[in-house]
């Protein structure tokens, strides 16, 4: 018998349920709000919270993450949301909707931290009517994109009427601000707002891992192999609470993404169910929308890359998402990394009205297939001048960091 | 002295001239309106048609191609255009500006032919307010994409108002029907219009390369090696008028594209000027734009496949351009094509409401590195609900074309 915590895939290309109701009918028993309290690796059993003992064979960790809150006073008042899942988003939408007249109206909203959640977050509220900041401690947002890049999309932010307000570190939340229900105090500062978001992150959710002794790694995560199997043999992780191979820095790192969930949950599900499968790790790749912008990356940047062991060069050109002619002003950045003694790509960055994620996917697999900037300054693209220049910025921007090595 | 044929770029990454007064500054002498007439190898001469005999070490072809034009009465008639190059746009243009009001105004075009210039026309001709027909001799339209596919292109053709006319051919053009000022008559049926559009293709122009006893390849195009030597080892051919390395049908063919011709004249200025440089080939990517939908392709098809002694399976998948939530019933469609006894990858099409190049891009690079479709099926791509699923459109046509291996 397996129990699997989160969803199941039974076949091998189609989810087969998506329902309480419809997983039973595929044979899979399901208990909702219903915790596991420990893992008895011993006896191959789960308690779970009402008592029960359940029995198993393989198990299947997906604890997920938990979000970080800083340890602040008032991060519990009402009005302060963190950001996770769906419940948390009905509620911000509920507490939104629920004062849209009168004198508890909600006006001004602070979103706290500058990731990518917290980008599409500001657009959300915009979207909402909102008065928008962005508060963060550092000097510009998205600190994983180069800050040339940064600056577009901090831009972005000020033309959409978000206030983005660096160098910040909250330091309390109170009740009752002269105008607002909330007033942020800051190590500089206070500002007041109705409603606080916070978007600072997750951490990996171990504690029942670590209560049953599984290894937890350097990341914080727990440690898994290219199977997805733990430190014990027979428990397997996957998604946002274990670490992941990344195939640029080669190690283990944490990056709670969607995709990279999928991926791991079916390669253990084939393990388990007698498909040999290995998880190939990830290149890192990831990208959003804020606004009008898309924002991709992809592989290491200059620092991780030197931590690598690596020998980082890079250049940032500016192109088009189609043919000039047709581009109508709009723009597109690249920034191109590699290694200045085999020239192999390490990463690749890219900001634009339109075309960054389309860059980001071809040169993710570059990365894939560890091809060097000569190879990639004249691979064949499909060119057509709705959707570039007959050199695509992908090619100009090898063959100039070329000329750095 | 080396004398080029076309443009010229000394740089390694930047053109250093646009004008023929900015090539003279760079040093490059430039001959407009001027022929060349014989090639004198013996001597290292080239003749122009006013009788001046310039030496040269190397020379470059880049004669380009010609149009077809189907060999039928009353195809040079006024009215009749082909489509090559810039001044044949201007022609067009004018010639339907200049009517457009009165008893001859230009209210009906033809358009013969079914590639994607074709359709590129057919939505310029909507676009000036014409009533559209495009008529061609085979069933569906672009018949290098799978039937499935060419029928959403139909589709499209005929949501915008384009009157789509199969099996076809054109039998002869006469002046003067009854309410337009010509008259398409074909092996089944007759027609009027307007203006008559040929875009039935382009074929190497030869002619020079064929007196100097360059060797032509099975293409009909001037044979190069990977350095763009002809078999003449001073004389170079790039772009249009020279066959090309396809990587994955592992054969010389005729590709007549844009972004390869930049390519090879790069490579060729390359080891002209003393840096040895290699064309690496094709793997036959290509996009266009008609109306509102992409269209993409990359690698062969099943034929081609076969022709190359593989075992094509395939698959097609139909998906969104972004998580389903956000695509607002647009949609896209994705065939692979691998190879049954090594799982690699042979070929990619795509059609749809966007998305279809950045898909076609990632293959491109899948099939430039040589890829199986199981890798393919859980690379890393850039996930983001605005621009796609948790799992990639390409992943899930990997994963199920995998069950046919």
């Given at each position: 018998?397996?129990?699997?915590?989160g969803?199941v895939?039974?076949?091998?290309?189609?989810?087969?349920?998506r329902?309480?109701?419809?997983?039973?009918?595929?044979?899979?028993?399901v208990?909702l709000k219903?915790?596991?309290e420990?893992?008895d690796?011993?006896?191959g059993?789960v308690?779970l919270?009402n008592?029960?003992?359940l029995?198993?064979?393989?198990?299947?960790?997906?604890?997920?993450?938990?979000?970080?809150?800083?340890?602040?006073?008032g991060?519990y008042?009402e009005g302060v949301?963190k950001?996770?899942?769906?419940?948390?988003?009905?509620?911000?939408k509920?507490?939104?909707?629920?004062?849209q007249c009168?004198s508890d109206?909600?006006?001004?909203?602070?979103?706290?931290?500058?990731?990518?959640?917290?980008?599409?977050?500001s657009?959300?509220?915009r979207n909402?009517?909102?008065e928008t900041?962005?508060v963060?401690?550092?000097e510009l947002?998205?600190?994983k994109?180069d800050?040339?890049?940064s600056?577009?999309?901090?831009?972005?932010l000020?033309?959409n009427?978000?206030?983005?307000?660096?160098?910040?570190?909250p330091?309390?939340?109170?009740?009752q601000?002269?105008?607002?229900?909330?007033?942020?105090i800051?190590?500089?500062?206070?500002?007041e707002?109705d409603?606080?978001?916070?978007?600072?992150?997750?951490?990996?959710?171990?504690t029942?891992?670590?209560?049953t002794g599984?290894?937890?790694?350097?990341?914080?995560?727990?440690m898994?192999?290219f199977s997805q199997?733990?430190?014990?043999?027979?428990?397997?992780?996957v998604?946002?609470?274990c670490?992941?191979?990344h195939r640029i820095?080669?190690?283990?790192?944490?990056?709670?993404l969607?995709d990279?969930?999928?991926k791991q949950?079916?390669?253990?599900?084939?393990?388990?169910?007698?498909?040999?499968?290995?998880?190939?790790g990830i290149?890192g790749a990831?990208?959003?929308k804020v606004?009008?912008?898309?924002v991709?990356t992809t592989?290491?940047?200059?620092?991780?890359?030197?931590?690598?062991?690596?020998?980082p060069?890079?250049?940032?050109?500016?192109?088009?998402?189609?043919?000039r002619?047709?581009?109508?002003g709009?723009?597109?950045?690249?920034?191109?990394?590699?290694?200045?003694?085999?020239?192999k790509l390490l990463g690749?960055?890219?900001?634009?009205?339109?075309?960054a994620?389309?860059?980001?996917?071809?040169?993710s697999?570059?990365?894939?297939?560890?091809m060097?900037?000569?190879?990639?300054?004249?691979?064949?693209?499909?060119?057509?001048?709705?959707f570039?220049?007959?050199?695509?910025?992908?090619q100009t921007a090898?063959?100039?960091?070329?000329?750095?090595?």
């Amino acid at each position: 018998m397996t129990y699997y915590i989160g969803d199941v895939i039974k076949d091998e290309t189609r989810l087969i349920a998506r329902t309480p109701e419809q997983f039973e009918k595929s044979g899979v028993k399901v208990r909702l709000k219903t915790g596991a309290e420990e893992i008895d690796t011993e006896k191959g059993e789960v308690r779970l919270d009402n008592g029960e003992r359940l029995p198993y064979d393989s198990l299947v960790m997906g604890t997920g993450s938990k979000v970080f809150l800083p340890d602040i006073p008032g991060i519990y008042e009402e009005g302060v949301f963190k950001l996770k899942n769906l419940r948390d988003g009905i509620n911000i939408k509920t507490y939104i909707k629920e004062r849209q007249c009168g004198s508890d109206k909600c006006r001004k909203a602070i979103i706290l931290g500058a990731g990518f959640i917290a980008m599409e977050m500001s657009e959300a509220m915009r979207n909402l009517g909102l008065e928008t900041r962005v508060v963060y401690r550092g000097e510009l947002p998205v600190k994983k994109w180069d800050p040339e890049f940064s600056r577009v999309i901090l831009e972005e932010l000020t033309k959409n009427q978000v206030d983005f307000v660096p160098n910040k570190t909250p330091v309390a939340i109170e009740r009752q601000g002269k105008e607002s229900n909330l007033r942020l105090i800051t190590n500089d500062g206070e500002m007041e707002a109705d409603i606080i978001i916070i978007a600072m992150g997750v951490r990996p959710n171990v504690t029942l891992a670590e209560q049953t002794g599984l290894k937890i790694g350097n990341t914080g995560a727990i440690m898994v192999d290219f199977s997805q199997r733990t430190s014990q043999e027979e428990i397997y992780a996957v998604g946002d609470c274990c670490g992941v191979y990344h195939r640029i820095s080669r190690k283990w790192i944490y990056m709670p993404l969607g995709d990279i969930a999928n991926k791991q949950g079916r390669v253990a599900g084939g393990n388990i169910g007698g498909y040999p499968m290995s998880f190939p790790g990830i290149v890192g790749a990831q990208s959003f929308k804020v606004f009008d912008l898309e924002v991709a990356t992809t592989g290491v940047d200059e620092s991780e890359a030197e931590k690598s062991g690596c020998h980082p060069v890079s250049t940032i050109i500016w192109s088009t998402p189609s043919a000039r002619s047709l581009s109508k002003g709009r723009k597109l950045g690249l920034k191109l990394i590699a290694n200045k003694s085999t020239g192999k790509l390490l990463g690749a960055q890219a900001v634009g009205e339109g075309g960054a994620v389309t860059k980001i996917n071809a040169l993710s697999v570059c990365l894939w297939s560890g091809m060097n900037i000569d190879e990639i300054g004249y691979m064949d693209l499909a060119y057509s001048p709705s959707f570039g220049g007959a050199w695509d910025p992908i090619q100009t921007a090898a063959q100039v960091l070329k000329k750095n090595l």
